[in-house]
């Protein structure tokens, strides 16, 4: 069974396993900020939510899917059910994102992505974070926490339906994080949410 608890095989966020748990929880957490707040506090707490989804897969993608793949017997077919499931994820959130929070479809959409992106991260944590823990020694899973700490650091800030695989993530992935965050920067600068 997966360690919930936060401490990984050497301890903490050292452990990747740990580090993408705690941040299931974090989304699970930004999600519920969403729903119970409204006005700019609502859309402030929706970028922070689009801009961790973004990253946190984007680093999945990079470093925790192609490990998965050839780490345990299944594991192609547990990665590509994965990345279906984050390439509709991606997809119902860039829907999102051109919404204004305040509009009426934007928290039933909302929901159903909490439904899907929570399945999700279920998904992982049984199917691939397991298999990971068990068949991945504590100085690879600390790597590992490494690799998805550098690839969040360049990662795009807002989510690219069809960027699932560590090909096109790199062939889009400097530009898209570039360009995202300029974007942030001058929605910042206007005086927007970001």
């Known amino acids: 069974m ?40 609502r859309r ?22 192609p490990v998965a793949r050839r780490s345990f017997d299944g594991g192609e077919g547990v990665v590509e059910d994965r990345l279906r499931e984050e390439r509709q994820a991606k997809e119902k959130l860039s829907r999102l994102d051109g919404m204004d929070p305040a509009d009426a479809g934007f928290l039933p ?21 397991i298999q990971l823990r068990r068949r991945t020694d504590p100085g690879q899973l600390a790597a590992m926490a490494k690799a998805v700490r550098a690839a969040e650091a360049v990662a795009p800030t807002r989510p690219h339906p069809g960027v699932e695989t560590a090909a ?27």
């Open 44 to 65: 402030d707490a929706f970028r922070r939510l689009v801009r961790l989804l973004a990253v946190h897969e984007t680093a999945e993608e990079e470093v925790v899917h």
């Open 168 to 194: 096109k993530n790199i062939a889009l992935g400097p530009m898209a994080a570039t360009v995202d965050r300029t974007r942030d920067t001058v929605r910042k600068a206007m005086g927007k949410d970001g």
């Open 109 to 129: 959409l909302l929901m159903e992505l909490r439904t899907e992106v929570m399945a999700h991260a279920r998904a992982e944590e049984r199917y691939e974070f």
């Open 2 to 41: 997966a360690d919930r608890s936060g401490s990984g095989a050497i301890g903490g966020e050292d452990d990747v396993v740990a580090l993408l748990m705690r941040q299931h929880g974090d989304i699970r957490n930004l999600f519920d900020e969403v729903e119970r707040t409204t006005g700019d506090e």
